[in-house]
């Protein structure tokens, strides 16, 4: 606590100011991240490993006219703990920086190539960008467009996605990057028992089948399996060896299986859309199958928490760019979606600080 805060922990009227000005100009955060990851800064410090502190000039093309402008993006993420900064000699000119551990999650660490870098690409490409102005718009009209349609001529952000070839694969690497390390963590041990006597597992919304893919090789039980999609999206998946690629509805059916798998579906969802998508799952499912959902989880409390905040920044992601309805759940939540729809037991399973394993019993 600063010392001119007052004994009950308020911020004097000085600090509460700065603090809002801190909030006020905290776009400037995402934004000179995005830049420095389409300049190559992660992967240039990075370089296999050897995460050498460089200054701005090193990280630029030979002759750069201005270095200071790079620097000055890199100290601003110096301080949110991206980077750290390194000046041995305390002059300007020697102002080096190398990647923390956060910044380590900018550069590929699994099979893929993708990191969470494409993440932050993907959540800043023009297109997204435009819906947070229309943020307004999701308070005053929930029922009406969510602000990524508003402000892209009525075009929701699946469409987007699917006429826009490039876009689409930047939103499908994020997902990699995103993916990757939550899966490893998931599958240790087997797949935590989570899998047990599952011959035939369906991933609902698998697109190219990667998770499914990892499911099937660290748990060889699994016999087979089917990669669930849109049509569109299947048709563009690669062979994998023992994966059926189907494509369909979910909102209509879905394969039947010992198991069902899904990950951050149920998130851009409505209550009642999740409850058609968990019917069907259930109808899929025989007596005693599970239906294995990895889903954010929001704490009942709110509290300053890095978990906390990202959970709940993610939420206003999903109603600003997929649906203004769809949102993240609590525990309990989820819980009572699943009783509804026919489900006999629940639990939630905390092993990685975002998603939660769900487990719903038939």
């Known amino acids: 606590m600063s010392a001119a805060a007052g004994e009950d922990g308020e911020l004097s009227p000085a600090e509460a100011r700065l603090a809002m000005m801190e909030i006020a100009n905290m776009i400037s955060v995402p934004m000179a991240l995005t830049a420095v990851i389409r300049l190559g800064v992660p992967s240039k410090l990075w370089a296999g490993g050897a995460n050498a502190p460089l200054t701005a000039a090193d990280l630029l093309p030979p ?12 100290r601003l993420l110096a301080s949110r703990g991206v980077f750290s900064e390194h000046n041995p000699t305390g002059g300007e000119d020697s102002r080096r920086f190398a990647l923390t551990g956060v910044g380590r999650t900018l550069v590929p660490s699994g099979p893929s190539g993708a990191s969470f870098a494409d993440y932050v690409v993907q959540h800043h490409q023009d297109a997204l ?70 011959r035939t597992l369906v991933d609902v919304g698998g697109s190219s089948g990667a998770c499914l893919e990892m499911i ?28 059926r690629h189907v494509g369909g ?9 010992d198991a069902i798998f899904m990950k951050w579906v149920l998130t851009t969802w409505t209550n009642e859309e999740c409850t058609a998508i968990l019917s069907n799952c259930h ?3 025989p007596a005693g199958g599970k239906l294995i959902a990895c889903e954010p989880v929001v ?25 203004t309805q769809g949102r993240e759940r609590s525990e309990e939540e989820f819980r009572q979606l699943g009783l509804a729809t026919g489900f006999t ?6 092993l990685d600080p975002f998603y939660a394993v769900l487990e719903y019993t038939k």
């Open 249 to 257: 509805d979910m909102f209509k059916s879905i394969p039947s299986g």
């Open 216 to 243: 099937m090789r660290r748990v060889p039980t699994i016999r087979e399996g089917i990669n669930f999609d849109l049509p569109d999206v299947v048709a563009a998946a690669p062979p994998i060896s023992g994966v």
């Open 345 to 350: 037991s629940f639990r939630a399973i905390y």
């Open 283 to 285: 109808n899929a499912l």
């Open 63 to 74: 002759g750069h006219p201005d270095p200071s402008v790079l620097e000055r993006l890199l």
């Open 129 to 198: 960008v435009r819906a947070w102005p229309r943020l307004l718009d999701a308070v005053l009209d929930p029922s009406g467009p969510e602000p990524f349609a508003r402000a892209n001529n009525g075009v929701p952000a699946y469409a987007y996605y699917g006429q826009d070839k490039e876009a689409n694969e930047v939103m499908l690497r994020a997902m990699t990057g995103v993916s990757e390390p939550f899966m490893e963590a998931l599958l240790l041990d087997g797949g935590r028992g989570l899998f047990e006597g599952v």
């Open 299 to 323: 704490p009942d409390t709110t509290d300053g928490s890095t978990r906390t905040r990202a959970l709940l920044e993610n939420d206003i992601f999903v109603m600003a760019t997929y649906r």
